[in-house]
């Protein structure tokens, strides 16, 4: 009997579902420390009025701030300068709780436009006062540079210098997001033969880089 109940062992270890493995965790914001290195872009770079930027709470990170559209702005950012090489992996995966706006996941590689860093987004929505956890895969980030939309520039995330939120949803007034974490996930090859990746509409427009 214990041949077979080897055999049956192994056939269940191989066919679990995606455990830590499939995951790579790039940052739990769980203390003050935690948001090292994480800084404020907003509008008020080329002459905006919004405000925003990060914070610890005791629910982690809270991105937070009031979006203006005067003066021809109408985006607040949060980013962090960063060597990472996410090859091994399919997009980013965050535990949120919004207020029912769409934010953007942001990322730079080591490509330029006319010298300037391209934009890497990734739209995802929130619920308003709910706690849930979204994915941004890499396949369907749009290229960018302030505001216009490229095409030239595919994304490689082995060379990734810069990982930030943001919001240009043209819509002033108040708005609050919260991370908990930021991990990279990989999709089980299951996944990828039944999920294929489609494309999505480009990134709505802003002039931040």
Do not use: C
């Amino acid at each position: 009997m214990k041949p077979l109940f080897l055999t049956f062992a192994i056939a269940a270890h191989l066919t679990a579902s995606p455990g830590a493995a499939d995951e790579l965790e790039l940052h739990r914001f769980d203390d003050q420390d935690s948001l090292t290195g994480w800084r404020a872009v907003n509008d008020g770079v080329m002459g905006g009025r919004s405000s925003g930027g990060p914070a610890y709470s005791a629910n982690g990170l809270r991105f937070s701030g009031i979006l203006s559209l005067e003066n021809n702005g109408g985006f607040s950012s949060i980013r962090k300068s960063e060597r990472l090489d996410l090859s091994n992996y399919d997009g980013v995966r965050l535990k949120v709780r919004g207020d029912g706006r769409t934010y953007q996941v942001r990322f730079n590689t080591d490509s330029r436009f006319r010298g300037w860093p391209v934009s890497y987004s990734g739209s995802f929505e929130t619920q308003a006062g709910q706690w849930i956890v979204v994915d941004v895969p890499f396949a369907k980030l749009k290229q960018s540079f302030r505001g216009y939309n490229l095409s030239q520039y595919p994304f490689e995330p082995s060379k990734i210098r810069l990982l930030g939120m943001i919001l240009a949803d043209k819509q002033p007034g108040p708005f609050s997001l919260e991370l908990k974490w930021i991990k990279a996930y990989r999709r089980s090859p299951q996944e990828r033969s039944s999920q294929p990746i489609k494309s999505t509409a480009p990134p709505q427009n802003d002039s931040s880089q």
